[in-house]
Structures are given as C-alpha cells and as structure tokens.
C-alpha cells in the first residue's frame, strides 16, 4: 500500500510517500512545496494543489493522511494553512483516494509511542522507523513522513476519515464502501 502524508501549510507544505507492507514502511518520495509570500494567496494554493496532483499522478498512492490543524494564538496563520489544507484534500477526493486526518498528537504517538514528543524525537523515529540515512533537513517533510507512518499503524479506521466539523456524528453517511482499496 501507498501512502502519502501531508503536513500542510501555505508557505511551506510538507509531503512524505512511504509503501507499506507487512508492517514495514518504505520511502519513496518526500519534500516541500514552498510559496512565495509575495505571491497572490490564490496561487499559492494552486502551487500547492497542482504539485500534490503531480505527486498523486506520479506515486499514485492507495490513501492520503493529513495532519489536523493546530494553533493556539496566530488564527491568521491557522486560517492560511487550513486553507492550504484543505487544497490537499482536494487533490486526494479529485484523485479518488480515501483521505484520513490525525492530530499531531496521535502522529506523535503512532511514531515514538507518547503523545507529547517533541519535533526531534518525531524526527529520530522517523529516521529510524524508515531506515533513513539521516534526518530529513525539512521539518515539513519529516512530519509528513511521520503522517504517513501514523495512517501505516492505524490502518483504516473509519473514526479518521477525514470530515468537517458539521460532518460529526453517527449519521454523517461518512463510510469506506465506494473507495477500491486494492
């Protein structure tokens, strides 16, 4: 199985590929997509779509995992990469793979095994989890490799089906059933 994991962002979007099977992952692909701060934030999100479009085309990956949204003081900023977010959750539903979400905090605990890890101790596990020679200079790529190693340990729980806050609840219709999983 493929996954890809994104660490969204506008200015900087990290994206990880790994393959997974029999629980060993692999890596294929992992970097960012930058924008510049002085372009027109419509085409910093088209930047963003039109390069996972050609990450999706090219890998053409079984699932996508994105990493929730956390902020605590700068909404301008959470507003920018929820945005950014969302463009990647489009490239996923255009591409017809199902798309699941985790909270840093479950990343955290799927890679070192607690929840409140920090970004070097996420970065060592994935180095060691994916057999990397070093660390990935990118702390964007780093997360999202760690994303696709979370949705790798999950699996397919339908509780991270990715949704929107009007979405929850048990009558969300929100099922795997029309997703070819291979």
């Not at 510049?36 to 050609?54: G, T, V």
């Not at 979400?101 to 890890?117: I, N, S």
């Amino acid at each position: 199985m493929i996954i890809i994991g994104i660490d969204p962002g506008y200015a900087i979007t990290g994206y990880g590929l790994i393959e997974h099977v029999s629980n060993r992952s692999r890596v294929l692909d992992f970097g960012v997509i930058s924008t510049r701060s002085k372009e027109p934030f419509e085409f910093r999100l088209l930047k963003i779509f039109n390069e996972l479009e050609a990450l999706i085309s090219r890998y053409r990956p079984d699932i996508m995992a994105v990493e929730e949204i956390f902020f605590s003081r700068n909404t301008t900023t959470a507003i920018g990469s929820a945005q950014a977010r969302g463009v990647a959750i489009l490239a996923g539903a255009k591409a017809g793979i199902p798309v699941f979400e985790y909270t840093p905090m479950q990343v955290k605990l799927a890679v070192t095994g607690y929840g409140r890890a920090d970004k070097n101790q996420v970065s060592q596990m994935v180095k060691t989890l994916l057999c990397l020679d070093k660390i990935p200079c990118k702390d964007d790529a780093s997360d999202a490799l760690a994303v696709a190693i979370c949705q790798a340990h999950t699996g397919l729980l339908h509780g991270n089906k990715v949704v929107g806050g009007y979405q929850y609840g048990p009558s969300s219709g929100n099922d795997m059933t029309n997703y070819n999983l291979g």
